[in-house]
């Protein structure tokens, strides 16, 4: 104790370096984990910017799919109002013909119901041109 009081000055310097050397510690653990955290968020945005990215691409070929649905929709509802305005035509036009009572012949039946087929196989596909026959 009596060097203490006669080295006061140099036991107080001592004290001073060691809680410098410590902070000094302390400082450089916080610089690491910073670091360290910088990294982290980094990484956390890059995956949060390619997420946004891939929700993006999903919600445009969502409204793309939606799209093409409701013109089907559209397209469908136009051929069947089409086709009851071309049926009331006929059945309007046919009241006045006096062999609409007449039984159509079988082969006549056949080959319309081959054409209807043809027209609806014909608008499910891209290529339109039927061969006539």
């Not at 980094?42 to 999903?58: M, V």
């Amino acid at each position: 104790m009596s060097w203490l009081l006669r080295n006061w000055s140099c036991a107080l310097l001592g004290a001073g370096a060691i809680v410098i050397g410590g902070l000094w510690l302390q400082l450089r653990c916080a610089q690491a984990d910073t670091r360290t955290l910088q990294l982290e968020k980094h990484q956390l945005t890059e995956q949060r910017d390619a997420a946004q990215a891939q929700l993006g691409h999903q919600m445009k070929t969502m409204r793309f799919f939606n799209q093409i649905t409701q013109a089907t929709e559209d397209a469908k509802q136009q051929r069947q109002q089409h086709s009851e305005q071309v049926q009331t035509i006929i059945k309007t036009v046919l009241v006045k013909e006096s062999c609409a009572g007449e039984p159509v012949p079988a082969a006549v039946v056949e080959r319309l119901r081959q054409h209807a087929e043809q027209i609806r196989s014909s608008s499910s596909s891209s290529d339109t041109r039927q061969p006539a026959g």
